[in-house]
């Protein structure tokens, strides 16, 4: 990795492989981040693009384990797309990783349409109007739907999507079919559904999805992800994401 200046309250996280992310308390990633860009299945040839990618973990993730051949990833905070700009020039990655700093109801003629292999998003998990809103704008906006519903990441996602093309998300499991209706709305048939729940027996807390463009009707449920032992201690699988990311 090149030296970076980082700015207050900044530090990089190192992922292993040689690539590290710049985060910061308005902008990092938790174990939802990680679980979805596993659960993407990304191909080695993929042209991909993450919407709402914050720091830009995804991406980074994807490049660390050597799959997609391009990356784009979409921020709308600016200070977000910052320090995924400037994590992309510390990891050498100008050539196939590319910031867009933008609304993602606002992509044509920004990134190509109907051109990608793969989309995926980790959406505001609450309605506008759900719950008691964050007093921080980053944390509002990364939470609730106070710049886009799921209506409109379905549309987004369809939009760049090729024929055949792959829309990934993860949605809390009381939004699941909300987020479904919104892909099928939008030609997005829902193809592969996995629960993640954090020990066996226990209900699940998030909601795994993908859907295919223009894809023929039938839903694939998968065995549920358990993050965590009986002895709380981490799953196999679980070990297995995060191997290198612990390692360094």
């Known amino acids: 990795m090149k030296n970076t200046v980082l700015n207050e309250n900044e530090h990089i996280?190192?992922?292993?492989?040689?690539?590290?992310?710049?985060?910061?308390?308005?902008?990092?990633?938790?174990?939802?981040?990680?679980?979805l860009a596993r659960f993407c299945a990304a191909k080695k040839s993929d042209a991909a693009c993450d919407l709402g990618t914050g720091c830009g973990i995804i991406p980074l993730l994807w490049k660390r384990d050597g799959i997609c051949k391009t990356v784009y990833g979409v921020e709308i905070?600016?200070?977000?797309?910052?320090?995924?700009?400037?994590?992309?020039?510390?990891?050498?990655?100008?050539?196939?990783?590319?910031?867009?700093?933008?609304?993602?109801?606002d992509l044509k003629g920004k990134l190509p349409q109907g051109r990608f292999?793969?989309?995926?998003?980790?959406?505001?998990?609450?309605?506008?109007?759900?719950?008691?809103?964050?007093?921080?704008?980053?944390d509002k906006i990364a939470r609730h739907e106070t710049l886009c519903t799921l209506e409109d990441v379905c549309g987004a996602a369809a939009s760049l999507l090729k024929y055949g093309g792959r829309f990934c998300v993860c949605i809390r499991?009381?939004?699941?079919?909300?987020?479904?209706?919104?892909?099928?709305n939008h030609k997005l048939e829902p193809k592969r559904l996995r629960l993640v729940v954090s020990r066996e027996g226990e209900r699940p807390w998030l909601c795994l999805i993908e859907a295919k463009?223009?894809?023929k009707s039938g839903l694939s449920v998968e065995k549920n992800f358990v993050v965590y032992t009986e002895n709380d201690r981490y799953s196999e699988e679980m070990n297995d994401i995060l191997r290198l990311y612990r390692e360094e």
């Open 173 to 184: 499991p009381e939004r699941m079919f909300e987020a479904m209706l919104g892909m099928k």
């Open 77 to 105: 905070q600016q200070k977000g797309f910052g320090q995924f700009q400037r994590s992309i020039e510390m990891n050498g990655l100008e050539e196939s990783v590319f910031a867009v700093c933008s609304d993602l109801k």
């Open 117 to 138: 292999d793969l989309v995926s998003m980790n959406p505001p998990y609450k309605k506008e109007n759900a719950g008691i809103k964050s007093a921080k704008e980053n």
């Open 213 to 215: 463009s223009g894809g």
């Open 13 to 35: 996280e190192i992922l292993g492989n040689g690539v590290g992310v710049i985060v910061s308390r308005e902008h990092t990633f938790g174990t939802d981040a990680m679980l």
